[in-house]
């Protein structure tokens, strides 16, 4: 066919390839990192502010608390919510490092509770049954993997009954909306949460190079991350403090340096703009994808909870019968440089958690049958319709039965 010449004259290119995710920054971006550039504040200024303005819009969220990355809005969300030595955290096994990584930075105790099958995200029954069976926890983390908004509502019920904090991870979720009792909540708006985190990851749906942020409802945890942003310094501004001058500062608690840059945020709002245009094309990939695979026997294609308004960060899909199936297609693919990624090896397999916990190969099936099975292939914006055409007849071609 004629796409398959195009996309092998494109591949032939040494410096081109096709990978799970990649960023899509137009003259516009440009331009307002150049402006930034150009103005009085390089470090956290004006636009930063702008910034977490538009992300509280977007959410509803009362506060949004830009910082330099997600794991450091993972970490400051934990800060916030005092998790302290010995306390216990609970977030799900298919994930990035860092939702399980806050809580030890705290000193705290990390364990895993499996997640649904029929969602892939933390499972709320199991989590139940953790709490009454186990241990309350002090925090829980739910993630919305690939977008795939997790059950909040009951969490947060559960949050309730048992006094535990709940922090959404939706470092894959911006853009992503779920519904209950008939309304429409953001991922993000903290309805269903006493935090919410985002990640801006150049292979997340909106970026700033490397950037996250920490959104809220409560006025005193959003006083307490940003004083714990920079250092932990609380300043005294407008008035003379203990016969000391407006320059006059004290940390009474240890923290780090988790700012981000001004002319980042300004990529950040401006590419904001741009979430809808972003989220429909996402969106048309997936469906691409779908149209192809659903009625394949041998593929399960990624969830979508009846309810849910989903931009994808991800498109995982699953191979039916297991690793050596998968594992035949990720090289496939590999040999053509398209280049997928597998979100994710179970956090409690990593040596660092094995060691230290004696966690069990077994310890959450679902999750390790998920693992076994997931492929993410490509998925971007600028990813061409030819392009996913071609992803998609070099994995049919294959037997998968």
Known sequence: MEFHKQVVRRLENPEYWISYGRQLID?????????????????????????????????GAKHAIVCSNGT???????????????????????TFLSSANCVEFCKGRVDFVDIDPE?????FE????????????????PVDFAGIPANLPAIWMLAHKYGFKV???AAHSIGSSYQFDGQEYQCGSCTHSDAAIFSFHPVKTITTGEGGAVLTNDDELANRIRMMRSHGMKRYPDLVHKNEGQWYYEIEELSSNFRITDFQCALGLSQLKKLSIFKSRRTEIVRQYNNAFAENPNLIIPPEPVGSSICYHLYPLRFVNG?????????????????????YIPVYWQ????????????????AEIYYSQCLSLPLYPALKNDEVDFIIEKILEENLG
């Open 27 to 59: 003259e516009d971006d440009i331009a307002a990192v150049v402006t930034a550039l150009e103005s009085s504040f390089i470090t956290t200024g004006p636009a930063a502010t702008d910034f977490e303005k538009a992300l509280s819009r977007l959410t």
């Open 72 to 94: 450091a809005a993972l970490h400051l969300a934990c800060i916030g919510l005092h998790v302290h030595e010995h306390n216990l955290g609970i977030t799900s096994p298919i």
């Open 119 to 123: 969602t892939l995200c933390l499972s």
């Open 126 to 141: 199991k989590l139940d049954d953790y709490c009454r069976n186990h241990e309350i926890p002090k925090v829980v983390i």
């Open 167 to 169: 922090i959404e991870d």
């Open 323 to 343: 690793a050596s199936t998968r594992n035949k297609i990720f090289q496939k693919l590999n040999s053509y440089k398209i280049h997928c990624q597998i979100h």
């Open 351 to 366: 040596p660092y958690y094995r060691d230290k916990y004696y966690f069990p190969t077994g310890k959450c099936p679902n």
